[in-house]
């Protein structure tokens, strides 16, 4: 990194230090619309040409339109801070953001690769986002999401209009279902082929009861009052900013000239030209009256954001109540059902999670010959993620205590040949004690574990193990390596 | 109501036009949406349209231009999605325009400037 870099970056951590809470909020709602802002304006770039990229580049960065809320949230930041170079520090630091990034939450190894091609129509409804995939080892498992085939019916035209918060959406909203294949089974061994021989199980979920989604009943009052009081503030404030850009000569000049910049910049010069129209924006000076409508729309936006994080975060420690069933397709020994109820809350004033699953799994058919239960087990277990406490450019530890005792009521089939291994009925337990070491903005997790049991499935024999591993989440890696 | 040299959000109206607005086709949206018309609103559910007729002249005139904003509420940190439609008199123009949330944005508030033909 040469020095004036360096210093860019030095100086922009200063300001970011000094920035309050309330500006960070601030920033972080302007860094994801402008975020949106900048890969719509690429997205007419690439697909538009001539007079109608013009008109929908004028149309999104206007105003009139969907981007007020960037040019005045940019004001407000700009209004807050001492001086202009201040914001172009800010900016600058923001040199490796990437537009539309992904979501950075998420943990575990993926596969990059699929081997072999997905069949054509669970490839369709991957690409359509009806259904998302996932690969771990040699099971691929696609998830089906009522909602999102709705909105891949909704944009092709299959369906006129839709809600997810209908009461038959609400409903489906609860069930999930997904599918899994092995590669190693079938014919074409180590090749995805997406026919029946591959599926190794089928899981239907369902919430009974669901805390944990902001759209709750709980919430509603919540939502009522936070919606009449300042979002409705900053709306009628942002209403009433429109018409300053088309008065003003001064902003007027800027909008168009901003404008023109946008419609002759290179899709790979948006996010920087974007920019750069904002810094300037930032300098202008305002009229008296649209001075004040800002500085209270940025308190008005400042007490929304607070408000609506909070209900956020009170749902995201709400309760959830579900059920699973899984069917596990054996090779060589009977397939297996699995009947599991799922609880989940949190506690330590929402800063840890608990969760205690109790299930049963039944023998779907049974070998002839063979003197065994319809019942092949029963396990209850629980689980307590309890975070430590962050360290500085490490992150937040996490340290998780789970149990599991099994009950199997007859002997257990060897995988793959069918057989009973002898002497294997009875009950097993299951300590874990782990601790996740983060390493902060890098999607990396160092998982450190010890784990205690009297026996294996197959080996009656007590089974200390520790365990270490490294845990990437590939989209904020990969949002690292790009330039 | 006519586009303004295809603008979806700057719109020619007439002088006793009634202008509907409907949120459809919504994903992860909180059921309450914010209609600021010239700095005054109601709040509606998203299945409730928003309709106002424009009047040019007389002792109710509106503002020309008026401005009217349409304000979504995003419930989730991520995946929301929305379609806003305002359409006027039978046989002309509909402005439809389709919004998926950006990032954890929270709220996303779309402006329509309205001018009298």
Known sequence: ?483 | MKKIAGSNFNLQVSDGETISVQISNTIKIVNQVIYVFNGSDPVLSTSQPYTRTLHKTGTDADPDPSVLSARVTFSDASGGHFRISVSGKAGEDTSVYDYDQAGSQASEQLNYILSFS
């Open chain 1, 1 to 483: 990194m040469n020095s004036v870099k360096l210093m860019t970056v030095m100086l922009s951590f200063l300001v970011l230090c000094r920035a309050s809470p309330a500006q960070t909020q601030t920033s972080k709602e302007l860094q994801d619309q402008e975020a949106g802002l900048i890969a719509q304006i690429i997205s007419y770039k690439t697909t538009k040409t001539g007079s109608a990229m013009e008109a929908a580049v004028r149309d999104e960065f206007s105003p009139a339109g969907p981007s007020l809320g960037v040019l005045a949230l940019t004001l407000v930041l700009a209004r807050a801070k001492p001086t202009a170079t201040d914001i172009q520090a800010i900016e600058g630091a923001r040199t490796d953001k990437q537009v539309g990034t992904a979501s950075s939450t998420g943990s575990g190894t993926t596969s990059l690769t699929t081997k072999g091609s997905v069949p054509s129509i669970l490839g369709l409804a991957v690409e359509n986002g009806a259904i998302t995939q996932s690969q771990s080892g040699t099971t691929i498992t696609f998830d089906a999401n009522p909602i999102g085939i709705m909105k891949a019916l909704g944009n092709h035209g299959f369906i006129q209009s839709y809600s997810d918060d209908t009461p038959t959406t609400r409903f489906l909203r609860r069930l999930s279902f997904d599918v899994s294949f092995d590669t190693n089974r079938g014919n074409s061994n180590g090749t995805f082929t997406g026919d029946a021989q591959q599926v190794s199980s089928f899981d239907a979920h369902a919430d009974i009861r669901n805390k944990r989604d902001p759209r709750n009943p709980a919430y509603q009052k919540g939502w009522s009052t936070l919606i009449g009081t300042s979002e409705r503030g900053a709306a009628i404030d942002e209403n009433k900013i429109v018409l300053f850009f088309s008065t003003d000569p001064v902003l007027h000049s800027w909008l168009l000239s901003a404008q023109e910049a946008l419609i002759t910049a290179a899709p790979a010069n948006v996010q920087s030209t974007v920019q750069n129209q904002l810094a300037d924006l930032s300098k202008l000076p305002l009229p008296d009256k649209m001075a004040k409508l800002i500085d209270d729309y940025g308190s008005q936006m400042l007490a929304f954001l607070s408000n609506r994080d909070a209900l956020l975060k009170a749902a995201a420690n709400g309760s959830i109540i579900s059920v699973d069933y899984t069917d596990n397709r054996q090779v060589q020994s009977p397939d297996l059902s699995t009947f599991k109820l799922i609880a989940a809350t949190s506690f330590m004033n929402g800063k840890a999670d608990v969760t205690a699953n109790a299930s049963a799994t039944i023998l779907n058919t049974l070998p002839a010959g063979m003197n065994l239960n319809r019942l092949h087990d029963v396990q209850f277990s629980a689980q307590a993620d309890i975070p430590l406490g962050q360290i500085q450019q490490i992150g937040s530890f996490v340290l998780t205590f789970s149990g599991l005792y099994e009950r199997l009521l007859d002997n257990n089939f060897a995988q793959g040949t069918g057989m009973l291994v002898p002497n294997t009925e009875g009950d097993m337990a299951v300590g874990q004690l782990k601790l996740t070491i983060p390493v902060k903005g890098t999607g990396v997790n160092v998982p450190i574990s010890v784990t205690f049991a009297n026996r294996t499935d197959l080996i009656k024999e007590s089974d200390v193990r520790a365990n270490f591993g490294v845990t990437f989440d590939l989209d904020t890696l990969f949002s690292k390596l790009k330039p």
